[in-house]
């Protein structure tokens, strides 16, 4: 019996294995492995950071290769220029290549007012720790405890940040070195200096983002960032910046009338735009005045071709300025789009009212805190009310006389 049982088993061993079913072990694929890129626990989309913690943490944890990031510009074009610095100084550090598009600015200026980055954890925000000194007796710290009903609530915290740090932090009031900036590979688009060329007037793309996106698809061919490129050649990321686009400096009149001529120009160029980076190994920030455009339907159709989009309302020159309620910040932000890459539905920020603010080592996204209680005199002054001062003279009495005992 042992011998017949070993025979068979011989046998088994020797047949070769038929599958007879289509059931396939399923493999994790194989994530692309670059400098200054992670991917997402969500979706496993490739991510990137846009140099501003806090908008990483408010886009789920990055900016998606491929995707396009819209900042409708503040009334002075100060804060979206600076996440703009922050977007390609962040690309400078990862040795990323850069690409910079303007129509107003020289690209040479931009990269030489790029902010310092900051290799310690100066500007990592740190919880506050209160310890025990040693001569504190131990019961009236156990007596010192919250309310069980408030204990198990999570902690306040207005700053958005994540556990897991991505992307590093910069000075403000610094410029990045020249060594540093110098070994970063840039091109350039400045339409000033670029040649004109003869187009159709019937063409519903402007001659300017017709040239402007020719150089961007020139540039993915070439330096090899088109995912069907050739492996052989070290893959990398190509982080674009693009300046208010929009604007008559480009030759669009977007921002000039309520019945612009090219109404579709700036639409088509997205278009064009995501097309080109959903298959390439770019992302893109691209800033609008949007302030400027009249025409607020075409506006929103705008902003539903990017991949996200925020808007900043910044403080400066307004009434909330001088106003002791926003004293903490310097402006609001809006999300406009959400990413909605490899998902069926888009996940919404639990907070809806967002601020910013600007100090020197750190752009901040905040959730918007108001104080908790003002003063009668600090409203009515808030409000341009002067506060009426009351005399001892003044006081209510029930009868004119001044001989009563009831006074009030």
């Known amino acids: 019996m042992a011998a017949s049982m070993s025979g068979v088993d011989n046998t088994e061993v020797n047949t070769p294995s038929i599958n007879l079913t289509s059931f396939q072990k399923k493999t994790r694929s194989k994530l692309l492995s670059i400098p200054g890129t992670r991917p997402s626990v969500q979706n496993g989309q490739l991510l990137v950071s846009t140099g501003v913690t806090s908008l990483d943490f408010l886009l789920g944890g990055g900016l998606a290769v491929g995707a396009v990031l819209l900042i409708e510009e503040d009334r002075y074009d100060s804060y979206s220029r600076m996440i703009l610095k922050y977007f390609l100084a962040e690309g400078v550090v990862c040795q990323h290549e850069l690409f910079f598009g303007s129509a107003q600015d020289s690209p040479d200026d931009i990269l030489q007012e790029l902010p310092s980055p900051i290799m310690d954890d100066v500007a990592i925000p740190k919880p506050v720790e209160h310890t025990r000194l040693s ?74 983002y017709s040239a402007l996106l020719k150089s961007l698809q020139e540039v993915i061919q070439k330096e090899g960032f088109a995912v069907a490129a050739s492996s052989a050649k070290s893959r990398n990321i190509l982080r674009i910046g693009l300046h208010s686009l929009g604007s008559s400096l480009w030759g669009d009149d977007l921002c000039c009338c309520d019945n612009p001529k090219h109404p579709h120009a700036l639409t088509n160029f997205l278009y064009g735009l995501r097309a080109l980076l959903r298959s390439s190994l770019a992302v893109a920030v691209v800033t609008v005045p949007s302030h400027l455009i009249q025409n607020r339907a075409l506006m929103g159709r705008i902003a539903k071709l990017s991949d996200t989009a925020i808007a900043l309302e910044s403080f400066k020159g307004s009434e909330r300025e001088t106003n002791p ?44 805190h108001l104080p908790p209680d003002l003063s009668e005199t600090v409203s009515r002054v808030s409000r341009g009310e002067v506060p009426r001062v009351t005399s001892p003279a003044s006081t209510c009495s029930l009868s004119t006389s001044t001989n009563k005992d009831l006074d009030f």
């Open 135 to 208: 001569a504190e007796p131990q019961d009236r710290v156990d007596a010192m405890k919250i309310a069980w009903r408030y204990q198990n609530l999570p902690k306040v915290q207005s700053t958005l940040t994540s556990s897991s740090r991505f992307g590093h932090y910069y000075d403000v009031s610094k410029t990045m070195e020249a060594e540093i900036r110098q070994a970063a590979r840039c091109h350039y688009f400045y339409l000033p200096d670029h040649p004109k060329q003869t187009m159709s007037s019937h063409s519903p793309t402007l001659e300017s």
């Open 325 to 368: 309620l926003y004293k903490d910040y310097h402006g609001l932000l809006h999300v406009r789009q959400v990413p909605h890459l490899n998902c069926l539905a888009s996940q919404f920020p639990d907070h809806k009212d967002l601020a910013f603010k600007l100090k020197r080592k750190q752009f901040s996204i905040e959730r918007l």
